[in-house]
Protein backbone atom coordinates (compact mmCIF):
# COMPACT_ATOMS: atom_id res chain seq x y z
CA UNK A 1 0.00 0.00 0.00
CA UNK A 2 1.62 3.12 -1.09
CA UNK A 3 -0.12 6.00 1.25
CA UNK A 4 2.45 8.54 -0.65
CA UNK A 5 0.07 8.91 -3.33
CA UNK A 6 -2.15 11.57 -3.57
CA UNK A 7 -4.37 8.91 -2.88
CA UNK A 8 -3.92 5.60 -1.23
CA UNK A 9 -3.06 3.19 -4.15
CA UNK A 10 -1.58 -0.59 -4.33
CA UNK A 11 1.48 -1.31 -6.10
CA UNK A 12 3.38 -3.57 -7.05
CA UNK A 13 6.71 -4.23 -5.72
CA UNK A 14 9.62 -6.36 -6.05
CA UNK A 15 11.42 -5.44 -3.07
CA UNK A 16 10.86 -5.41 0.37
CA UNK A 17 14.39 -4.89 1.69
CA UNK A 18 17.40 -6.43 1.40
CA UNK A 19 17.18 -8.19 4.83
CA UNK A 20 13.08 -7.68 5.51
CA UNK A 21 11.10 -10.91 5.86
CA UNK A 22 7.01 -10.17 6.13
CA UNK A 23 4.79 -12.65 8.57
CA UNK A 24 1.25 -12.94 8.13
CA UNK A 25 -0.93 -14.04 10.79
CA UNK A 26 -4.61 -15.49 10.24
CA UNK A 27 -7.15 -16.79 12.25
CA UNK A 28 -8.98 -14.64 15.06
CA UNK A 29 -6.59 -12.70 15.33
CA UNK A 30 -5.44 -10.88 11.74
CA UNK A 31 -2.01 -9.47 11.61
CA UNK A 32 1.40 -8.73 10.11
CA UNK A 33 5.19 -8.28 10.81
CA UNK A 34 7.97 -6.85 9.32
CA UNK A 35 11.58 -8.45 10.84
CA UNK A 36 15.03 -8.98 10.15
CA UNK A 37 14.99 -12.15 7.74
CA UNK A 38 18.64 -12.67 9.09
CA UNK A 39 18.26 -12.28 12.50
CA UNK A 40 15.22 -14.61 12.41
CA UNK A 41 17.23 -17.68 10.12
CA UNK A 42 14.59 -16.63 7.01
CA UNK A 43 14.70 -15.56 3.55
CA UNK A 44 15.25 -12.33 2.84
CA UNK A 45 12.59 -10.68 0.52
CA UNK A 46 9.73 -13.15 1.49
CA UNK A 47 6.49 -13.17 2.78
CA UNK A 48 5.69 -16.38 5.42
CA UNK A 49 2.29 -17.49 6.35
CA UNK A 50 0.23 -20.99 7.54
CA UNK A 51 -3.17 -21.22 5.71
CA UNK A 52 -6.03 -20.36 8.17
CA UNK A 53 -8.59 -21.02 6.11
CA UNK A 54 -8.19 -24.70 5.92
CA UNK A 55 -8.20 -26.63 9.05
CA UNK A 56 -6.98 -29.59 7.03
CA UNK A 57 -3.58 -27.35 5.69
CA UNK A 58 -1.08 -26.63 8.51
CA UNK A 59 1.75 -26.13 6.07
CA UNK A 60 3.85 -22.88 5.54
CA UNK A 61 3.93 -21.07 2.87
CA UNK A 62 6.26 -18.75 1.37
CA UNK A 63 6.07 -16.25 -1.35
CA UNK A 64 9.30 -14.44 -2.55
CA UNK A 65 8.39 -11.05 -3.68
CA UNK A 66 10.77 -10.90 -6.20
CA UNK A 67 10.49 -13.27 -8.99
CA UNK A 68 6.68 -14.75 -7.50
CA UNK A 69 7.38 -17.94 -6.75
CA UNK A 70 5.79 -19.77 -3.70
CA UNK A 71 7.23 -22.72 -1.88
CA UNK A 72 4.68 -24.78 0.50
CA UNK A 73 6.86 -26.53 3.20
CA UNK A 74 5.03 -29.79 4.46
CA UNK A 75 5.97 -30.54 8.14
CA UNK A 76 6.51 -33.54 9.01
CA UNK A 77 3.54 -36.19 9.46
CA UNK A 78 2.17 -36.86 12.26
CA UNK A 79 -0.66 -38.61 14.24
CA UNK A 80 -3.08 -36.28 15.74
CA UNK A 81 -4.00 -38.59 18.06
CA UNK A 82 -0.77 -39.43 19.35
CA UNK A 83 0.48 -37.91 22.23
CA UNK A 84 3.46 -36.44 20.34
CA UNK A 85 2.78 -32.97 21.48
CA UNK A 86 2.89 -31.49 17.76
CA UNK A 87 0.14 -29.29 17.16
CA UNK A 88 -0.77 -27.09 14.29
CA UNK A 89 1.29 -23.86 13.93
CA UNK A 90 -0.20 -20.51 15.17
CA UNK A 91 1.51 -16.89 15.51
CA UNK A 92 1.91 -15.68 18.68
CA UNK A 93 2.33 -11.48 19.06
CA UNK A 94 3.35 -9.59 22.16
CA UNK A 95 1.10 -6.93 22.94
CA UNK A 96 0.65 -4.24 25.40
Given at each position: MDLSAAGPAW????????????????????????CSASGCGVRA????????????????????????????VVPPPFDQHASSGVHKPFWLVPTT
Open positions: RRTADIGRDRAFVLGGGGGNFGASNCLYWFNSFSPDDSNLHVLSVGDGGVET
